[in-house]
């Protein structure tokens, strides 16, 4: 998701920016200046008091403003993210959107300020008052939202500072020039924002193939547990001999295990463009540890890919590379392929679900010839990719 916070003192242009923004990248509109005025012409509670308090241009207390928006947050079903325009306004602000962000497992992208001089704010609201019919556009009370903005709003820009997510910019000069460095500033963003991809599948669904064709295709690193897991086996390391047996049995590995070995390859690999996740997560729970692990370096999943393929199907695929040189020591008997297709049955296929529910979830035939899955899966991912840039 796409998350912009639009800062800036009154008058610097943060309704108009945001319009143009909304436009382009078809974001959910949060601004609480918008919501209170609606709330008061609708003449609601809320809105009766928050109205003496905008007339003075003094700042509407936190705790209406977490009323206001806590469930347009929550509640947003729009996969591209969410514009915030006037909010949050406060440091105190600023920890509730954090929380209420992680409550739809995302956060901030950024905070872009605009900075314009004081003078110019000042003669930008005098001009707009003779149109806006705003309450609050008139010359003593303009003083006052500047003098609040000074006192309680500045310290916000520190808050972000401290994130690594504050970003400043011009905002004197034509608005489209402005607009321009806006999206700019955005790509820029968006560039060190990694492109992770879980591809997700039952046994002899073909992830192993294509998850190596992707990860070059797409510059990623390609994180595949089983292989890593393989490898400390025959390493003969300690957890290689911790997990041995379980694995020759077709079952899964303890979840603390495969944790300690995906944050070995994300350390490893800091400025990946990144990551593609093959047989990992497995279960519910791991899907939510992926999702923590990645949220601590202000990351997340962008693409869950499900390839589907019957059961039956991926039975014979198995079974017949049981035959070949590549046989896993799991491909041996129909017992054991036949446990791990129950395993994806039992514990694996909610993964899906899981990030159906999150709507980053697309699921392809994988049926086909090799080259003819790659094709379903690029055209997916760059059409996802295309939807969140
Ligand atoms: P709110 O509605 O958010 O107002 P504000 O922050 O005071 O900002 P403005 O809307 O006045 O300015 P803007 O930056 O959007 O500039 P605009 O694009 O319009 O809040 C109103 C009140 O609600 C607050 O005082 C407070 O009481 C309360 N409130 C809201 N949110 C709150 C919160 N989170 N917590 C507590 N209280 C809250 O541009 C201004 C003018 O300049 C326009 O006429 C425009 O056409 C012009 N202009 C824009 N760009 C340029 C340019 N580049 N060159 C020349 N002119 C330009
Ligand atoms: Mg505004």
Partial sequence: MLNIALFGPPGAGKGTQAKRLLKKYDLTYISTGDM????????????????????????VS?????????????????????????????????????GLLLRIQTSLTCMISLEVPRKELVSRMIERSKISGRSDDSADVIQFRLKEYDNKTKPVANFYKAKGKYIPIKGTGPIKEIFSTINTVIQQTLRKKWINVVLYGPPGSGKGTQA??????YNLVY?????????????NTEMGKKVAATMARGEIVPDEIAITLIERVIQENPDTKGFIFKGFP???????????????????????????????????RLSSRGKTLNSRPYDASMELII???????????????????????????????????????????????????
Avoid: W
């Avoid at 994180?223 to 390493?235: A, C």
């Avoid at 990030?355 to 055209?379: A, C, M, P, V, W």
């Fill in 36 to 59: 209170l005025r609606e709330e008061i012409a609708e003449g609601t509670k809320l809105g009766f008091q928050a109205k003496s308090v905008i007339e003075k241009g003094g700042l």
């Fill in 62 to 98: 936190d705790e209406i403003i977490v009323r206001l928006i806590e469930k347009r947050i929550v509640e947003n079903t729009n996969p591209k993210g969410i514009l915030f325009d006037g909010f949050p306004r406060t440091t105190v602000q600023a920890y509730i959107l954090d």
């Fill in 212 to 217: 190596l064709k992707l990860a070059k295709k």
């Fill in 223 to 235: 994180i595949s547990t089983g292989k890593m897991l393989r490898q400390e086996v025959k390493d």
């Fill in 282 to 316: 497995k279960t519910i729970v791991q899907a939510y540890i992926l999702d923590g692990l990645l949220l601590k370096l202000n990351q997340s999943v962008s693409i869950a890919i499900g390839i589907e393929l019957s059961t039956l199907e991926c039975f014979k």
């Fill in 339 to 389: 446990n791990r297709l129950d395993e994806f049955i039992d514990h694996t296929k909610a993964v899906g679900e899981y990030y159906e529910k999150k709507r980053t979830f697309i699921s392809i035939e994988g049926n086909g010839s090799e080259d003819e899955i790659f094709d379903r899966l690029t055209e997916t991912i760059d059409n996802a990719l295309l939807k969140t840039r």
